[in-house]
């Protein structure tokens, strides 16, 4: 047998740069081409990360008087084995093909950074990369005078409304993921959704949604708004798409953490459902990422689990899941820097290949570890 000797050739060498470059992964080389956002309103992190939580599981006051078949099925020894009982898709299945931030107890801490800790206020920073504090002050339904980084998207890639597809069980996201209305399809609230035409299942669930009430005039059960989103995703086709649960939020503020858990079961499943129909798609399989987060924390006690807001301590910490074909699969982060909730909207844009910084104002920036080889 020969020896063979090596002596890089000029191509040899040009093919070794062309890999360092692709290495670095520049915005433009990046592979997400869709992104589905999707929240459910004030997940505390003690439950995303450590699952049933045992100062409250036993607790009358908690509305947990009568669940003990759910404690049966939610308590195990372990923290990582009660948050895998409480959200398995989430656990075995996304997380480790993505990362998730806001695990305080490793290390690793996510925050909002507007000063109210209430719905409107989150969602806005999650829609602009910004608190605005002198403008958004509460829950009014005033419109949000910042494009969202949807319309953003929208523009940049010439996409019509339709294209860019909001379901929300929550009214307000008529207000907080538009400057301008009609700018981008929002379905919200208790509503009929106009699109898909000619779909048994949307006029179906049209009609259920009004027929089933929910225990808050301004929000209807996340079931329809997931089932209206699935049937806008199977026959639309959007280029992205933004999903919002409220039921985690109104549950709590009822002191009925049994409710909590379970609103918690159907997010698993909903992100199941979802995920799954995204990877039978040959137009969404591995080509989008998916970002899961919420809009606000809430206490940590028997006394304060059900509020959050400016009063209440430690409301300010967060939590945000990004999966896809631009992000390491490092599973849960421990021991990393501080990000915050104004950063979920840059790291979205430049998974897209966008230049954050031309999002005109925004205060955040891409997620560290979010992103594969990011510098940020
Ligand atoms: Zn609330």
Not at 204 to 210: T, V, W
Request: with cysteine; hydrophobic share 40%; aromatic share 12%.
């Amino acid at each position: 047998m020969n020896r063979r000797t090596f002596f890089p050739t000029a191509a040899a060498l040009a093919d070794i740069f062309a890999q360092e470059l692709l290495a670095q992964t520049p915005a433009s080389r990046r592979k997400t081409k869709h992104v589905v956002l999707f929240t459910s309103d004030g997940v505390r992190w003690q439950d995303l990360f450590t699952g049933i939580d045992p100062n409250l599981m036993n607790a009358k006051t908690a509305g947990m008087a009568d669940a003990a078949a759910l404690r049966k099925q939610l308590w195990r020894p372990t923290p990582e084995e009660r948050r895998a009982a409480l959200m398995p898709f989430f656990w075995k299945t996304l997380v480790p093909k993505g990362v998730v931030f806001g695990n305080v107890n490793k290390g690793s801490s996510m925050q909002v950074t507007n000063r109210y800790r209430v719905s409107y206020p989150g969602y806005s920073e999650i829609l602009t990369g910004r608190a605005q504090d002198d403008v958004i002050k509460g829950n009014d339904n005033i419109q949000n005078p910042t494009p969202s980084f949807l319309q953003f998207i929208k523009d940049k890639q010439r996409l019509n409304a339709e294209q860019v597809a909001v379901f929300a069980s929550w009214d307000n996201f008529k207000y907080s993921a538009e400057s301008v209305p009609g700018a981008i399809y929002i379905n919200a609230g208790y509503q009929r959704s106009a699109l898909p035409r000619n779909s048994a299942r949307a006029d179906e669930l049209n009609k259920l949604q009004f027929e089933a009430r929910f225990i808050a005039d301004t929000s209807r059960h996340d079931a329809f708004t997931f089932g209206l989103a699935m049937e806008y995703l199977d026959k639309l086709r959007p280029e992205h798409m933004y999903v919002s649960f409220d039921e985690t939020d109104d549950w709590a503020h009822d002191r009925r953490y049994d409710e909590v858990l379970q609103s918690l079961q159907f997010f698993d499943q909903a992100l199941h459902d979802l995920w799954t129909w995204l990877q039978q798609s040959p137009k969404y399989r591995g080509a989008t990422t998916l970002v899961i987060t919420t809009d606000h924390g809430r206490g940590s006690t028997l006394a304060d689990f059900s509020d959050h807001g400016p009063k209440v301590p430690g409301d300010e910490q967060i939590w945000a899941a990004f999966i896809g074909p631009d992000t390491p699969a490092t599973g849960e982060a421990t021991n990393t820097a501080t990000c915050y909730q104004r950063d979920i909207a840059p790291t979205i844009l430049d998974l897209l290949g966008f230049d954050y910084r031309e999002y005109s104002g925004v205060k955040g920036k891409p997620v560290r570890g979010a992103i594969e080889s990011s510098q940020a």
